[in-house]
């Protein structure tokens, strides 16, 4: 009997794509909370963090609307690192690749705010911004380091190939 081997590669997408399932629905499942469930969560988050980021921003200086802001950031920051890792898997990694991705994030983030809007909570086009802003980054920060990572391997390459040649 033969035993199938599945490839890291193809383990790697599945395990990925679950991530970004768990994203969306963190994501989406704080979307569908209503106002005063949401800003208890809020409340909870910014006593957690305050002491921390108030020794970078200073005293008072964080408030609700600031943790809530970092927070559609930081969970789009998320999802574009895991869409850009998912696109390097499949080995696209062009400037359509990038839009594609680009393209996710602000699609999620338009459909995180037509949520807010069933939950009776307003939609606002500078969250869809923030979210997009958020995606960007993280696709970017995973493009750049996996760019990086070619041209370090091609001049290692190179610095090979050109010892064994003299």
């Given amino acids: 009997m033969q035993s199938k081997k ?20 963190f994501i989406w499942g704080n979307s569908l909370q209503d106002a005063s469930s949401s800003l208890a969560a809020s409340e909870r988050v910014l006593e957690f963090l305050k002491p921390m980021l108030e020794l ?4 008072g200086n964080v408030t609700i609307g600031f943790v809530r ?35 996710c994030g602000l699609a999620v983030g338009a459909v995180d705010e037509i949520i807010q809007i069933f939950t009776g ?19 970017a920060i995973v493009f750049a380091i996996w760019h990086i990572s070619c041209k370090i391997k091609k001049d290692r390459k190179e610095k090979d190939n050109s010892k064994q040649c003299t």
């Fill in 6 to 25: 599945i490839s890291f590669n193809k383990i790697s997408k599945v395990i990925l794509i679950i991530f970004i399932l768990c994203t969306l629905a």
């Fill in 56 to 59: 970078f921003l200073g005293v």
């Fill in 69 to 103: 802001k970092l927070a559609h950031f930081v969970e789009f920051g998320l999802l574009g690192c895991e869409l850009a890792m998912l696109s390097l898997l499949y080995k696209r990694h062009g400037r359509k690749d990038f839009s594609i991705c680009l393209a």
């Fill in 121 to 139: 909570r307003g939609a606002q086009v500078k969250d869809v911004l923030l979210d997009f802003f958020g995606a960007f980054c993280g696709i």
